[in-house]
């Protein structure tokens, strides 16, 4: 056989030898991608995204939309062609797999997990919108979980209001770790509480609570990591609101969405179209004071706003660096710090007065 020959056919053996190698080796690494984008203002699978009943709602002719991120299954295994054409995508991201799946967790912890905190996001975003328009909206410290295993398991149950610890009455849930992290570890803790079935009636329907409470008393133990007082539960809020308001939004998890379903919520109830007919994309944690915080993904978010039509996209202020390293074409990147700085924003945009919004700058 001629050298040439041999040497080519050779080659073409370890060609084909590296590439089955690159697909049969798996890597630890998952590929996150431009997600669908949601316009909080219109409908999705035939259903308001925003369900407001008892008080009027508002027309919008613009977008606010929420947009979100595709990430390979945590069951699924990329191989290393796929993770090479990921690296090299000017769309996609590869990112360590435990990143997004710590090992700690189950698939369907990871999974439970998204989804509290997607309903923790909708319950911060309607408080924060429904503040900013000047609604009551009431609170009520409440047991939000019950250890396993704990002092507190079968004696406190999730969803009792918690009215007061040793005698001393709670306005938020900070002051009960802090009262119960007084004492040593032994101590008895007298808990007084509306019990939860009576309670979250209560709550929802917007009524004071009942007068009738009991008193539970619950021994501390000393926290396995710094030895201090715990008794196994963690105290959330559960919030009342004027009227009712349904986020119907299937499929989706994780915190980000906040910023864009508040928004949407302001949109909604206020006669003033926020848009003023633009197409506005972003994304955001928010909490109950309006402060937006960092998301995950947000160059994939970017590009699936873009490819959605929109203008213009709000960015968390702590993701805007990331961001402005590579911009869309056609996208102008908006910083915001909160709910407010929102607002503003979209009030250039509606005004046309879009040269002085607040720019993500690269580093």
């Given at each position: 056989m001629p050298?040439?020959?041999a040497t080519l056919l050779t080659s073409t053996l370890l060609l084909i030898g590296?590439?089955?190698?690159?697909?049969?080796?798996?890597?630890?690494?998952?590929?996150?991608?431009?997600?669908?984008?949601?316009?909080?203002?219109?409908?999705?699978?035939?259903?308001?995204?925003?369900?407001?009943?008892?008080?009027?709602?508002?027309?919008?002719?613009?977008?606010?939309?929420?947009?979100?991120?595709r990430v390979t299954g945590v069951n699924y295994r990329m191989n290393l062609l796929e993770a090479v054409s990921g690296w090299l995508s000017d769309d996609s991201a590869v990112v360590p797999y435990e990143s997004i799946y710590p090992e700690d967790l189950s698939a369907d912890q990871v999974q439970e997990?998204?989804?509290?905190?997607?309903?923790?996001?909708?319950?911060?975003?309607?408080?924060a919108a429904l503040e900013e328009l000047g609604y009551?909206?009431?609170?009520?410290?409440?047991?939000?979980?019950v250890a396993e295993d704990s002092p507190a398991q079968g004696e406190l149950h999730a969803?009792?209001?918690?009215?007061?610890?040793?005698?001393?009455?709670?306005?938020?849930?900070?002051?009960?770790?802090?009262l119960v992290t007084?004492?040593?570890a032994g101590d008895d803790v007298v808990f007084t509480v509306v019990p939860a079935e009576r309670a979250q009636a209560a709550i929802e329907a917007g009524d004071e609570l009942p007068a009738e409470t009991e008193e539970v008393t619950v021994s501390t133990v000393a926290a396995p990591d710094d030895q201090r007082a715990i008794v196994g539960i963690t105290?959330?809020?559960?919030?009342?609101?004027?009227?009712?308001?349904e986020i119907e939004l299937a499929d989706v998890g994780g915190p980000s969405a906040g910023?864009?379903?508040?928004?949407?919520?302001?949109d909604r109830l206020t006669e003033d179209d926020l848009t003023g007919g633009a197409f506005v994309a972003g994304t955001g944690t928010i909490d109950t004071e309006g402060t937006v915080g960092p998301i995950g993904g947000v160059s994939q978010k970017t590009i699936a706003a873009r490819d959605a039509g929109a203008e213009f996209f709000l960015t968390p202020e702590e993701n805007c660096s990331v961001a402005a390293e590579d911009v869309p074409g056609g996208l102008t990147l908006v910083r915001v710090g909160t709910l407010d700085d929102a607002l503003d924003a979209l009030a250039d945009i509606r005004a046309g007065d879009t040269d002085d919004l607040p720019a993500c700058e690269a580093p």
């Open positions: 050298r040439r020959t590296l590439l089955c190698a690159a697909v049969l080796v798996r890597v630890p690494y998952a590929e996150m991608s431009p997600g669908p984008t949601v316009n909080t203002l219109g409908e999705h699978d035939g259903e308001p995204v925003l369900n407001i009943s008892g008080e009027e709602t508002f027309e919008s002719s613009g977008h606010l939309n929420m947009t979100t991120v997990q998204n989804a509290e905190e997607f309903t923790a996001s909708q319950e911060s975003a309607k408080v009551d909206v009431g609170s009520q410290t409440i047991v939000a979980a969803g009792d209001a918690i009215v007061a610890v040793d005698g001393e009455e709670i306005g938020e849930p900070g002051e009960v770790a802090d007084r004492r040593e105290a959330g809020v559960s919030h009342s609101f004027p009227f009712e308001i910023l864009m379903f508040a928004l949407g919520l302001i």
